[in-house]
């Protein structure tokens, strides 16, 4: 039997209205969850940061914590909505500060359009945008089944 890993994701909220969709396809071991190579994945939260400066934060941190989570995943919208959020770092540093958790930056792929648009504008030259990419870029079949 498999180790199963307790992961909660937040998302930003400027796409509070999103079903998940690309991140729950995605933890079939792609994107982000494709570091999860010899595990199980269990999803014990969704929701969003609350909007900036991530008023929820605190509060989800110690909710998904509550229900088991051992990873956070800060949502790949996170990164390629425009422009990126601006306080990855700040929630990375408080949730693993705070809780017994590992915060990793993404979940699905980037989609076709949005790594085109922040190549063109030059938004992943970089940091800290340009140290997420690796976990969240694919290759261009993978990225291609998330347009």
Avoid at 1 to 16: H, L
Wanted: net charge negative.
């Amino acid at each position: 039997m498999k180790e199963v890993i307790k992961i909660g994701i937040i998302i930003c909220d400027r796409y509070s209205c999103c079903a998940g969709g690309k991140c729950f396809r995605s933890l079939k071991k792609e994107g982000a969850f494709s570091i999860y190579t010899d595990t199980d994945l269990e999803l014990v939260g969704y929701t969003t940061c609350d909007g900036c400066p991530g008023g929820n934060i605190e509060y989800v941190g110690a909710e998904l914590v509550k229900n088991g989570a051992e990873v956070i995943h800060l949502a790949t919208g996170l990164v390629i909505g425009y422009p990126p959020g601006p306080y990855i770092e700040t929630f990375i540093g408080f949730l693993e500060n705070r809780y017994p958790v590992k915060v990793i930056v993404g979940t699905h792929p980037i989609p076709p359009s949005y790594l085109d648009t922040h190549t063109h504008l030059g938004t992943f030259e970089s940091p800290p945008e340009k140290e997420y990419l690796p976990i969240i870029l694919s290759d261009a079949a993978i990225r291609e089944k998330y347009a």
